[in-house]
């Protein structure tokens, strides 16, 4: 059985074995950047020779569902909250078979615990539709329906289609050709132009009623918990807010674009500071760490 620590960072291996764990699961991974030497100092080689698994989950959480910057957006109470920077590589399939009714439904329940069928905030979205399948089985088969070799059938069916993160089409079909009653189970997947919705690189929501700057800066220090806060801008009425977890003062450039009064991220260089203040779009840094710390207990309640 695995004992898991969480962090932001990569554990010490000393800590993670007192803490009587052998798994760190982290979000900045270890090594960061490419090494010019490996030694019994570096981290990964402390980590190996202790027996100490670690599995980091770097920018994909910062752009997946339920990740750093969704964590941070929903500790500040946004609404209506959507990606600051849509992931154009994060395409949606349409997955379609052909079933009998009496399965449909266990045909359509594998397919949405495997990730089919999510629209939104909905989940088991389908559609089916009656129609009729002909198929006429060669030598050595052994079809569903019983229907002799050679012999022309005929087969009431229903037509389930649901949508699929493109990532997740393998398992779909995998998990559907489980439980399908066809010998040979036939399927589309349909290649869409259209985007996941809930995937993308920062967030971007409303404040349930306006605030002052001052009153702005007052919930991240509360709510984050932070030591310290920055801010680089005008002051403002603030409604909408968008916000990069980190280091990710770049981004200020996204939040004007989106209509953001403020820009939220974890720590910013001083250029992007006097960049975002000349172009009126209002810049606040909390802290590297108060910006994803957030995102530690949504991993808890995931795993």
């Given at each position: 059985?695995?004992?898991v620590i969480l962090s932001l960072d990569p554990v010490h291996p000393e800590i993670t074995r007192s803490a009587g764990c052998n798994l760190n699961?982290?979000?900045?991974?270890?090594?960061?950047?490419?090494?010019?030497?490996?030694?019994?100092?570096?981290?990964?080689?402390?980590?190996?020779?202790?027996?100490?698994?670690?599995?980091?989950?770097?920018?994909?959480?910062?752009?997946?569902?339920?990740?750093?910057?969704?964590?941070?957006?929903?500790?500040?109470?946004?609404?209506?909250?959507?990606?600051?920077?849509?992931?154009?590589?994060?395409?949606?399939?349409?997955?379609?078979?052909?079933?009998?009714?009496?399965?449909?439904?266990?045909?359509?329940?594998?397919?949405?615990?495997?990730?089919?069928?999510?629209?939104?905030?909905?989940?088991?979205?389908?559609?089916?539709?009656?129609?009729?399948?002909?198929?006429?089985?060669?030598?050595?088969?052994?079809?569903?329906?019983?229907?002799?070799?050679?012999?022309?059938?005929?087969?009431?069916?229903?037509?389930?289609?649901?949508?699929?993160?493109?990532?997740?089409?393998?398992?779909?079909?995998?998990?559907?050709?489980?439980?399908?009653?066809?010998?040979?189970?036939?399927?589309?997947?349909?290649?869409?132009?259209?985007?996941?919705?809930?995937?993308?690189?920062?967030?971007?929501?409303?404040?349930?009623?306006?605030?002052?700057?001052?009153?702005?800066?007052?919930?991240?220090?509360?709510?984050?918990?932070?030591?310290?806060?920055?801010?680089?801008?005008?002051?403002?009425?603030?409604?909408?807010?968008?916000?990069?977890?980190?280091?990710?003062?770049?981004?200020?450039?996204?939040?004007?674009?989106?209509?953001?009064?403020?820009?939220?991220?974890?720590?910013?260089?001083?250029?992007?500071?006097?960049?975002?203040?000349?172009?009126?779009?209002?810049?606040?840094?909390?802290?590297?760490?108060a910006t994803e710390r957030p995102v530690l207990s949504a991993i808890k309640s995931f795993i």
């Amino acid at each position: 059985d695995a004992r898991v620590i969480l962090s932001l960072d990569p554990v010490h291996p000393e800590i993670t074995r007192s803490a009587g764990c052998n798994l760190n699961v982290c979000h900045h991974p270890a090594p960061f950047r490419s090494l010019s030497h490996i030694d019994s100092d570096t981290l990964p080689v402390r980590l190996w020779g202790s027996g100490i698994d670690l599995f980091a989950a770097h920018t994909n959480l910062d752009v997946a569902p339920g990740g750093v910057n969704d964590a941070l957006a929903a500790l500040l109470g946004l609404e209506n909250v959507r990606p600051l920077l849509p992931c154009t590589s994060a395409r949606l399939v349409k997955f379609v078979t052909f079933v009998p009714a009496n399965h449909l439904d266990t045909v359509r329940e594998a397919a949405a615990v495997a990730g089919a069928g999510h629209i939104g905030r909905y989940g088991d979205c389908s559609f089916s539709h009656p129609g009729t399948g002909t198929f006429r089985p060669g030598p050595a088969t052994n079809p569903f329906t019983g229907t002799p070799v050679g012999k022309l059938e005929k087969a009431a069916e229903q037509r389930l289609e649901m949508v699929v993160p493109a990532h997740l089409s393998d398992d779909v079909v995998a998990a559907v050709r489980e439980v399908h009653p066809y010998e040979e189970m036939a399927y589309d997947l349909v290649f869409l132009a259209n985007l996941d919705p809930t995937v993308g690189l920062g967030r971007i929501g409303n404040l349930p009623a306006p605030v002052t700057l001052s009153a702005f800066c007052e919930l991240v220090h509360q709510r984050l918990e932070c030591a310290r806060i920055s801010s680089a801008g005008p002051e403002r009425e603030v409604r909408t807010v968008a916000v990069v977890g980190g280091s990710a003062g770049e981004y200020h450039v996204a939040a004007r674009n989106a209509g953001a009064d403020v820009f939220l991220t974890g720590e910013a260089s001083h250029h992007h500071g006097l960049e975002a203040r000349d172009s009126g779009m209002t810049l606040v840094t909390a802290g590297h760490l108060a910006t994803e710390r957030p995102v530690l207990s949504a991993i808890k309640s995931f795993i």
